[in-house]
């Protein structure tokens, strides 16, 4: 199902630890597949959303992308930008879903464009920067935040979600609502 609260068996402390990461500070997720066959475009996509996480003061970690082309591409860039970026620390294959589930549950904002990361990230309360259009149809979610392929609009949109106390109130609520429909009340 679409809840993953129930895998998150690693404290957040376990994942900094494992991931060499500051406990005191948030770290940002990117989960981003390729869209497209083309090799120019998967290249600049990725970059654009690269180069909007490596300006972050956060660390970065840089989710394996689909095994296909486009995401070989996708990890070739990822390694690229992580020898010159010391925030950006690409994953190792994760291979559990406890352990992924942990990752995404306590990182500070998810970026990409991944569905499983939207639709799972709701129960999480976690906030999404959603690139780009893969997700059409799901505007409706509050706790994304929808931009283009484009490092400026990325940028901001991880600002908003980590500082942004108005978008932060408004994510609470909106998972509060989710939550709320799928447990039966008490009558």
């Not at 999404?128 to 059409?136: A, P, T």
Request: net charge negative; with cysteine.
């Amino acid at each position: 199902g679409s809840d993953i609260r129930s895998d998150v068996i690693f404290s957040r402390k376990d994942i900094c630890s494992r991931f060499h990461l500051p406990i005191e500070s948030p770290y940002v997720l990117v989960l981003q597949h390729s869209v497209t066959h083309s090799y120019s475009d998967v290249s600049l996509q990725i970059v654009e959303t690269l180069e909007a996480v490596s300006k972050v003061e956060y660390p970065v970690l840089l989710a394996n992308p689909n095994d296909d082309a486009g995401g070989r591409i996708i990890l070739d860039k990822m390694h690229d930008f992580a020898e010159r970026y010391d925030n950006l620390i690409v994953l190792p294959p994760l291979g559990s879903r406890e352990l992924f589930a942990s990752v995404m549950a306590h990182s500070g904002v998810l970026v990409g464009n991944s569905s499983s990361g939207i639709v799972e990230s709701m129960s999480l309360e976690l906030p999404v920067v959603n690139i780009g259009d893969r997700q059409q149809g799901r505007e409706h979610l509050a706790c994304l935040i929808n931009v283009g392929y484009d490092r400026i609009s990325i940028c901001d949109a991880i600002e908003t979600a980590l500082r942004d106390d108005t978008y932060r109130s408004k994510l609470m609520e909106f998972t509060a609502k989710m939550t709320s429909l799928d447990t039966p009340s008490a009558v």
